[in-house]
């Protein structure tokens, strides 16, 4: 497993942006496949975007395409959710995830979770 920490929500208008971080404490964080979710007050846990371990590939959900980017710089062992235009309904604790083995969407193939970083957007 690996020990994640996010960094970089906070408060912000509709509209706006923010650029999530979450820090890896491993050297064999470019061997993990990396995930972002988010869970929202009385709301089940949700897939927001993953990156393979290489950055070569990314998946998105519906709800984000074309408004987050996620990335990462292994090189110093973080990975970056980038959110525009973002939207009262994106309100959520947003969460980062590690996996060893494949591109998933789904929570429970990730086994390293941090702790969360809150993001409200007002409108």
């Known amino acids: 497993q690996v020990q994640l920490v996010e960094s970089g929500g906070g408060l912000v208008q509709a509209g706006g942006s923010l650029r999530l971080s979450c820090a890896a404490s491993?050297?064999?964080?470019?061997?993990?496949?990396m995930g972002w979710f988010r869970q929202a007050p009385g709301k089940e846990r949700e897939f927001v975007a993953a990156?393979?371990?290489?950055?070569?590939?990314?998946i998105y959900a519906d709800a984000v395409k074309g408004r987050f980017t996620i990335s990462r710089d292994n090189a110093k062992n973080t990975v970056y959710l980038q959110m525009n235009s973002l939207k009262p309904e994106d309100t959520a604790v947003y969460y980062c995830?590690?996996?060893?083995?494949?591109?998933?969407?789904?929570?429970?193939?990730?086994?390293?979770w941090g702790q969360g970083t809150q993001v409200t957007v007002s409108s």
């Open positions: 995830a590690a996996n060893p083995n494949a591109l998933y969407s789904v929570a429970n193939r990730y086994n390293s």
């Open positions: 990156v393979s371990w290489s950055g070569a590939s990314t």
């Open positions: 491993r050297r064999t964080f470019s061997t993990y496949n």
